[in-house]
């Protein structure tokens, strides 16, 4: 089936969804973009990343888009269209469409943000198998520029990761700077020892995750230490257990990491109970 995506105010034929080939996304990488999941033909974290995205934009002096606050209807709207039950919605806001090419931001007067949305269908994106079987990954040198807090259509070394860990016979990759695990290519990294979560804390290296910030939430409702900090690939393989998250994966549990097995190198107990309570919570509070 056709989907119906959005572009620019219009609904339409991805067929027919176009954008300009001077539009600075495509030139430039000068885009940010959110991915919102659905579960139940409803919106989960809707808030969080509505919240980040307009950080993204202040923090590249983007301008907002004139639908900025139609971004609910347009998701909603969208789902219905669609017939999304589960999935994922992804909305891209660019600078826009200069005249011409040029390094130089373009005048915000002159120029409006390009807006698109479209949707992936994925059923059986809640229950998924990796969940009951863990993932691999491996380890990469972190190559990316600095404001990884930023999130930019800058993925090209996240998907080359992502590449190398397939070539591996891996499932993802985790990035190393300066020996410290930074992140996944597109989720956040754990461990867990004994009682204790361990993450790398917020800062301009790691992206500012919202089912992070869920996550530990609900980790320390459930009387879970978690700590903040910077951890090696060595200290990861000695845990008990480790997992990723992200709005696509919510909890997925890690199973082996550069060829080591995470403890019994199966998914462990604390990581399933994760996934279980923020998947239950998030279906409570979707929209």
Not at 71 to 86: A, Y
Not at 169 to 198: L, P
Not at 256 to 266: Q, S, W
């Amino acid at each position: 089936m056709t989907r119906t995506v959005y572009v620019n105010g219009d609904y339409l034929p991805e067929t027919e969804a176009k954008v300009s080939i001077f539009d600075r996304a495509f030139l430039m990488a000068d885009g940010v973009y959110e991915v919102t999941s659905v579960l139940g033909g409803k919106l989960i974290d809707f808030d969080g990343h509505i919240k980040r995205l307009e950080r993204s934009l202040n923090e590249l002096d983007m301008p907002k888009p004139e639908a900025f606050d139609d971004l609910l209807d347009i998701h909603r709207k969208l789902v219905e269209i669609n017939e999304i039950d589960e999935g994922m919605i992804y909305l891209q806001v660019t600078r826009g469409a200069a005249s011409d090419r040029d390094f130089v931001f373009p005048d915000p007067e002159e120029v409006k943000p390009t807006v698109v949305l479209f949707t992936q269908n994925k059923p059986g994106l809640a229950d998924s198998p990796a969940a009951k079987t863990g993932i691999k990954v491996i380890s990469i040198e972190d190559v990316r520029w600095g404001r990884r807090d930023i999130k930019t259509t800058q993925l090209l070394y996240p998907s080359m990761g992502k590449m190398m860990a397939k070539k591996a016979g891996c499932d993802d990759a985790w990035m190393v700077e300066d020996g410290f695990v930074t992140e996944g290519t597109s989720n956040n990294a754990y461990f867990i020892k004994g009682n204790k979560i361990v993450t790398r804390a917020l800062s301009t290296d790691i992206l500012h995750g919202i089912t992070r910030a869920a996550v530990l939430r609900f980790a320390r409702e459930a009387q879970m230490e978690v700590e903040e900090r910077n951890f090696t690939i060595e200290e990861a393989q000695g845990a008990d257990e480790a997992f990723i998250t992200s709005a696509s994966t919510f909890v997925m549990p890690v199973v082996e990491i550069d060829g080591k097995a995470i403890g019994e190198g199966v998914p462990g107990t604390r990581a399933a109970r994760l996934r279980e309570i923020y998947l239950d919570e998030s279906r409570k509070a979707a929209i």
